[in-house]
């Protein structure tokens, strides 16, 4: 998996932090924008973000181009509706050799290891078989495996990331989709971290759980999730 | 693939119709919708369809139970993000037996039947042997077939379903989610025909084609698109 | 004010939960529907709105026609995007005679009372002067009071309807649209309790309160908030 | 009114267009968007644009801060779902003078400003009167006329901004939103003219009115629009 941050938008602290404050001034969002340093904007956004007041946080957006997740997480990914999404397109592109994810429980235990990869490399040699007796590639994919390698650019802003952060980085959440929120956090942070301090599952921010069945593992803070 | 309506709004027509009155008239909507009968609220509702002012169908959902229909299928039908999905998870339930949707090409081709069916069930033996190696089912199912077949819950509203028709019964559309389409048509043409008597791709309902490249085989009519 | 139920999803609570056991089921959303009856429906919904997996409440749909609220409070609730409305149009309907929305602080001084109601009055007069002298409609009313009283047709979802009720019957929400929101709460729970049974701000549905700034006067329960 | 550019995508054509190709590439994003130049992105993005695919546009995202539109204008603006706001709130900010939209009818006719101007005085005054009675700013506001003027910071995708840009810059729009569209479409043209160049109204957009009362002076191009 490979997740690199294709664009965001810039100075995305300081217009969030004006936005918010736009509501309660009389004075133009500009001049807001103006008269807020980094400082004082990250010390605003902290208390936004404390009392759930998520709105203005949909000014700042952020777009990754995600390559080589498998089909499952891209499914589970495209769920989530408030957002925007570019996929590589089965339908036209051939899929010549066999790049398919190997889930680390797999790939832990050589037996499974083997029955996984011979039958990976199974389902792509009767997919070339198909489209070598000339059916649509579009149709000949209905063998690829699940876990088949996918695509996509991915767009969304910070207030659909704290949502996309609270449950998918969560335990109860498939392990390859936690790794992607992960990397997508990693890259937030590391661009707008006034934003996203304080961002993931219900444990980290609240202090508490919400799931009707907990893990029991709660994390203590967002360092310990992003080791 | 079998698609049933599970439910819907009922008495749509006269609803959507008297939302529509509303914005221009000096009256409740109750007593909009109490002076509609069945054939003036669909004179009004061709009006609109045909002028395109679809934001009144909002007031219209319809709920289908889909199942049997591919992966591949539910992913780019979960792409449409103004509708709600209720999935089966193949992280919590068992594939006990092969079940994979076969596409109309193979299945008209003896050769690539064989080799289609072949592979779907060595693809379902690998899996078993993973679950019976103790692998846990959500990891397995990284080697099921994209072919492999579904249930979902799907609710859209009228507006959202004139879009859906638009795009995926187009002859562009893959035949899957065409075929899914149509008897989604055919199940709201039965109990709100007024809300749909013109629907579908651009060939039907304003006669031209706005696809860079055309397939040159546009339809006369609805009742060719599901004869 | 006046708050109907022009329409609603029948069977509701089956249809929801039905949805939501078919992600842990192998079986048809139908079937699950079949076998669950009200008494079913309703326990397993209380689990889903305690552990807060609201996905399977978007599968019921409520309409709702809303007569002489202000313009105050319809510009509040288009705020809510995941939802629909039809307005009656300022510029196409004419206002014939003064219809504003008195605020109870207005409505309990006699002195605020007797300045709000010439003023109201003096604006409609100015208004109905420049019809009179030929200027559109949609330009007159830049005069008519914020307070003016305008008509809707909205629907939402029991999800989205459980997310307005949660910011909007909370005592820091102003008045007018804390009305609104009552009545639309009394009238789903008529009709459809075990979708809303617990449902309202923090302090009734989690027992704590989450705002920056809490009033001080919890609500106890879903009662004390209607009554 | 003034609208100004608070933040945009950075380099949204290439983004975009980057996006756009992942869907028929065996390529990541990234190496797609380094082997765009700005005139390749813009050729390919023409392309989009006339065969109507604007899913990819999403991407790209621009941030306005508006002041001094009225609340007639703002009330039709947030109707537009797919997009984010934040306005100033007259719950909290005092309204402290006379700051209300003249809408042209109306500067055009002496006696019409006249009544206009007075009336919106003495609004103002009995709102002041109110809030000196010691009532509460959220309700002495049920005075203000709908032309008294607000501020927001808006956010849309450019998807959205060319469905905006449809339906608002059509002459039977109102003519503040067309001022206010106006405005925001030369701001964009001027950071992403590829994305923009061909927007507006379906007569300047296909050449053809889809009103079903057609104004009968269509736009021969953008350049009219906003000249």
């Given at each position: ?12 602290a ?16 500009l ?67 066999v ?18 990869l ?49 449950l ?16 997508m956090?990693?890259l ?20 508490t ?19």
């Amino acid at each position: 998996m490979s997740v690199r941050l294709l664009a965001h938008t810039p100075d995305a602290a300081r217009v969030v932090a004006a936005a918010a404050r736009l509501c309660y001034s009389d004075a133009t969002a500009l001049s807001l924008m103006e008269g807020l340093d980094e400082t004082k904007a990250s010390a605003f956004l902290a208390h936004l973000n404390r009392s759930g007041h998520f709105s203005p946080f949909e000014h700042a957006s952020f777009t990754f181009a995600v390559d080589g997740i498998s089909r499952v997480c891209s499914h589970q990914l495209v769920r989530h509706r408030l957002a925007s999404y570019s996929q590589q397109s089965q339908r036209y592109v051939e899929m010549g050799s066999v790049r398919v994810v190997l889930p680390p429980s797999v790939a832990g235990d050589a037996e499974a290891s083997r029955v996984f990869l011979e039958a990976a490399a199974a389902a792509h040699e009767a997919y070339a078989k198909l489209v070598a007796l000339g059916l649509p590639k579009e149709d000949a994919r209905y063998l690829l495996p699940h876990g088949w390698e996918t695509r996509l650019v991915v767009t969304m802003n910070a207030r659909e990331l704290h949502h996309f952060f609270s449950l998918r980085l969560c335990r109860r959440a498939q392990w390859e989709i936690r790794d992607l929120a992960r990397e997508m956090l990693r890259l937030v942070l590391a661009v707008a971290p006034s934003l996203f301090s304080l961002s993931g599952p219900s444990c980290v921010v609240r202090g508490t759980c919400g799931e009707a069945r907990p893990c029991g593992r709660p994390y203590a803070s967002v360092e310990e999730l992003l080791a």
